[in-house]
């Protein structure tokens, strides 16, 4: 989770709030590479115009003899993912285009795969989470134009570019048409609908579409409407669901960050915010056919029912991992306070337990495994996993702790940390710069623009190491980004993630969603865009497993197998200075 932000009601990182929103930073593995063309009707599986020659190579269409023509990587690329998309792995597909398109960023069409798996990948999502399925049922059609309308009003006015309403029309059909192909939209809400009419309607509505203005926002709720009718009169759909996969659709392809937040996906982010949430109190990070459990929450349900970091998670409430996406298997841990979870769990042996989990509130630490990696030279470690409102709070804590045992040098590992407030990672830069820029944001609306700069008060001054990675993204690089740019500390590890934009959660008026939306892009003190840039180690050293963490055997790392950890440890234990108070 990356929240990168300003509470709504509270001025945290801006100088001025703003009633009904949070400024937050998101990271999201779906890279913008491309843009669909508006000009014409699309096609959902090739995402280009009907009456033009393909561009994606599949498969089936290249030709093998016993000296096979070499192809380019791209189209390798295309390949390998229409073939995830072919056996409906949509997060591995995204995964794969994502990575492929930082390797070819001006492929168009790798970026028209990636929109084709996201919006498979979302409606099914969607039609999982049961405050969405309560949407559908309970808001009327005009309910849901309205809450279209106010989505975009919010692009006209807060989105860091100008909105292309043809384009943000044709994603939002795009979507709609993807879901007309998805089980789970059409058993839910056309079980009894002949196939060959849903297949009819669905070609047919972009040429509904054809011809008609898409000059202004309003245009586009009138279109949503006049396509909603005819939905409703030609199969029966719900004028309430075609609404909302328009709105979900156009919002979820404008950038990778974007999103249309369902009512229990809005209170988990503000839960997040807080840095507590109902659950079972752990970290999971989804492989091919299973939930590794990173870490475990002290005190937690799941602690206390004995399950350990290492361990996998292989099915939940009798639905196993490698029969469905693994991401999907983790939605469905989430539940109201005091409901239980049945998960199956398998040792490091792979031996297997059912264990029934409660789930309740758990106050989630972002600063972990505080200890001396060098007691002889007193050289101190914390991670943060994340950047959340009590983050300035726990880091000064164990700073304080560090130094009362004669701390002389500070390693901070950011390591796959995704993010988090954005006052947060400046608080948390503040602390160990005296004066200087920490972070310059800057968006269309001239409200975005600000400069955040280091105040001498309560400044330690003590040698201090940064460990980032390709998965430190957003608030961490922020804070590793004016560490660098202000030659404070060294940089130790790989160069960051990339992500420099600054998203926006916006409460709707009209019904309870929220809108994630991109409103700004950062920059470092010296100006450099972070994003698609990432922060450059100064020490460059190959990634490693993570101390404390769990190897792809389930075996939590030790010190001196992290080989990132051990070179900064190296490089501060020379360093004799002792840690002056703030």
Same mark, same amino acid.
């Given at each position: ?79 390998? +993912?229409? &073939?995830? &998309? ?95 192909? &998805? ?48 939905? &409703? ?45 109902? +659950? ?139 993010? +988090? ?82 998203? +926006? ?78």
């Amino acid at each position: 989770m990356d929240l990168v932000a300003n509470l709504a009601g509270q001025s945290l990182a801006h100088p001025r709030s703003f009633v009904r929103r949070t400024v937050l930073l998101f990271c999201s593995s779906f890279l913008t590479a491309g843009i669909a063309s508006a000009q014409a009707p699309v096609d959902v599986d090739s995402w280009q115009p009907r009456n033009a020659a393909p561009t994606v190579v599949a498969k089936e269409a290249i030709a093998f003899d016993s000296a096979p023509a070499p192809i380019d990587g791209e189209t390798a690329a295309l390949v390998k +993912g229409r &073939e995830l &998309e072919s056996n409906r792995m949509w997060g591995d597909a995204i995964r794969h285009y994502e990575k492929t398109s930082r390797q070819f960023p001006e492929s168009t069409s790798l970026y028209q795969r990636m929109v084709i798996s996201r919006l498979h990948h979302d409606v099914n999502r969607r039609f999982s989470d049961q405050s969405y399925l309560a949407s559908v049922r309970e808001l009327s059609t005009s309910q849901a134009l309205d809450v279209y309308s106010e989505i975009l009003a919010n692009l006209q006015t807060h989105y860091v570019e100008n909105v292309d309403w043809a384009r943000v029309q044709i994603h939002g059909t795009a979507a709609l048409e993807v879901a007309l192909v &998805e089980d789970k939209f059409v058993d839910r809400l056309l079980p009894n609908a002949d196939p060959a009419k849903v297949e009819a309607f669905r070609q047919s509505i972009h040429h509904q579409l054809q011809g008609r203005s898409t000059a202004t926002r309003f245009d586009l709720r009138a279109s949503a409407a006049f396509v909603a009718a005819r939905a &409703e009169d030609e199969l029966g759909l719900s004028g309430t669901a075609t609404v909302l996969e328009f709105l979900s659709g156009a919002v979820s392809t404008l950038d990778p960050y974007t999103r249309l937040l369902s009512p229990s996906q809005l209170d988990e982010m503000f839960s997040n915010i807080e840095g507590n949430f109902v +659950g079972l109190g752990l970290e999971l990070k989804a492989k091919d056919d299973y939930l590794q459990i990173l870490s475990v929450i002290e005190k937690g349900p799941a602690e206390e029912m004995g399950i350990r970091g290492g361990e996998r998670i292989i099915a939940v409430d009798g639905v196993r991992t490698d029969v469905e996406e693994p991401v999907y298997v983790a939605d469905l841990l989430r539940g109201p306070e005091n409901s239980f979870a049945m998960i199956m769990v398998a040792n490091t042996d792979g031996v297997t337990r059912e264990v029934r989990v409660p789930r309740r509130r758990v106050e989630v630490p972002c600063v972990e495994n505080v200890h001396f990696v060098d007691p002889v030279n007193r050289v101190g470690y914390l991670r943060l996993t994340n950047f959340q409102k009590t983050t300035t709070r726990d880091i000064e804590r164990a700073l304080w702790d560090l130094h009362r045992q004669k701390m002389r040098s500070l390693i901070i590992d950011v390591r796959g940390n995704p993010g +988090g407030l954005l006052s947060a990672a400046v608080e948390v830069a503040d602390r160990f710069l005296s004066d200087g820029r920490i972070l310059t944001t800057r968006g269309r609306n001239v409200r975005e623009n600000f400069d955040y700069a280091a105040h001498r008060p309560n400044t330690w001054n003590v040698p201090l190491a940064v460990l980032i990675d390709g998965g430190s993204a957003s608030a961490s690089e922020i804070f590793a980004g004016a560490i660098a740019d202000s030659g404070r500390g060294i940089i130790v590890g790989e160069t960051s993630y990339g992500k420099g934009s600054v998203q +926006g959660i916006f409460r709707m008026q009209s019904a309870k969603f929220g809108l994630c939306l991109t409103t700004a892009k950062f920059y470092s003190p010296s100006g450099r865009a972070i994003s698609h840039n990432g922060v450059v180690p100064t020490v460059p050293v190959a990634s490693t497993h993570i101390a404390a963490r769990p190897d792809d055997e389930g075996r939590l790392v030790q010190d001196n197998e992290d080989a990132v950890l051990q070179k900064a440890a190296e490089q501060l234990s020379g360093r004799n200075m002792i840690s002056r108070l703030p």
